[in-house]
């Protein structure tokens, strides 16, 4: 079972709302990953979690929150956002040496 | 730094014609390459990855790519397109930590 899953599918928030995005996955995979995509754009990494622990955070700012509660588990929370975080945040997994990632269908989200 | 390059943002077959998608990488040690698909509104799925195991590279739906270390590529081509293929198709190479280097994506019509 390759299946990364992610909720909600759609999002809309105000600037002034707080929410989390979900992530989980049951391949037993120790390393887990937040992309955000713009239109027609490839993923840019955002953090990256190996055993729980948060290896790499590529500078992102700290309206993002990530949180990895356990190894099938992967949280993004999300306060006072700007319009231009709007985008599809998509969450992977993989084993930690990072060979072979597995993507989420992704969370569409708006920020208004 | 190494980096992904895909020539041409956009191509367009006709149904059952071949389907070339070219990706060039830069690389100093031989890569981990993969190329994912990316349909509409949905998350990345992997359609084939090269390990070293072997030049040649099947992957699901029809599609393959040879690695040619010579050339640096790792072109996708597929015999006969379908109107199914139709999808925005990412070439990336590992860099180890868990990091993925995404080309900037290859937008494929199919016309009937």
């Known amino acids: 079972d390759t299946e990364v899953t992610q909720t909600p599918k759609h999002l809309v928030m105000g600037m002034t709302n707080k929410k989390s995005l979900k992530c989980e996955q049951h391949?037993?995979?120790?390393?887990m990953y937040w992309y955000k995509q713009k239109a027609k754009k490839p993923p840019e990494l955002m953090f990256v979690?190996?055993?729980?622990?948060?290896?790499i955070n590529e500078s992102v700012p700290s309206r993002f929150s990530p949180e990895c509660p356990n190894s099938s588990l992967l949280n993004l929370h999300l306060h006072a956002l700007q319009p231009e975080d709007s985008a599809l945040y998509l969450c992977?997994?993989?084993?930690?040496?990072?060979?072979?990632?597995?993507f989420g269908p992704g969370t569409r989200l708006l920020v208004l | 730094a190494q980096s992904v390059t895909q020539l041409g943002s956009h191509v367009s077959v006709s149904e059952g014609a071949l389907v070339l998608l070219r990706c060039n990488y830069s690389?100093?040690?031989?890569?981990?390459l993969f190329w994912y698909v990316q349909y509409p509104n949905q998350g990345l799925q992997l359609l084939l990855k090269?390990?070293?195991?072997?030049?040649l590279v099947k992957g699901i739906n029809g599609f393959e790519a040879e690695f040619k270390k010579s050339e640096t590529s790792f072109h996708l081509t597929k015999p006969s397109a379908h109107m199914s293929d139709a999808a925005e198709y990412f070439c990336?190479?590992?860099?180890?930590?868990?990091?993925?280097?995404f080309g900037q994506g290859t937008e494929l019509s199919v016309k009937p």
């Open positions: 979690y190996s055993y729980e622990k948060l290896s």
């Open positions: 992977a997994s993989s084993q930690p040496s990072g060979e072979t990632q597995y």
């Open positions: 990336a190479v590992s860099v180890g930590g868990g990091k993925l280097i």
């Open positions: 690389s100093s040690v031989p890569p981990y």
């Open positions: 090269y390990t070293s195991a072997a030049t």
């Open positions: 391949m037993g995979h120790r390393a």
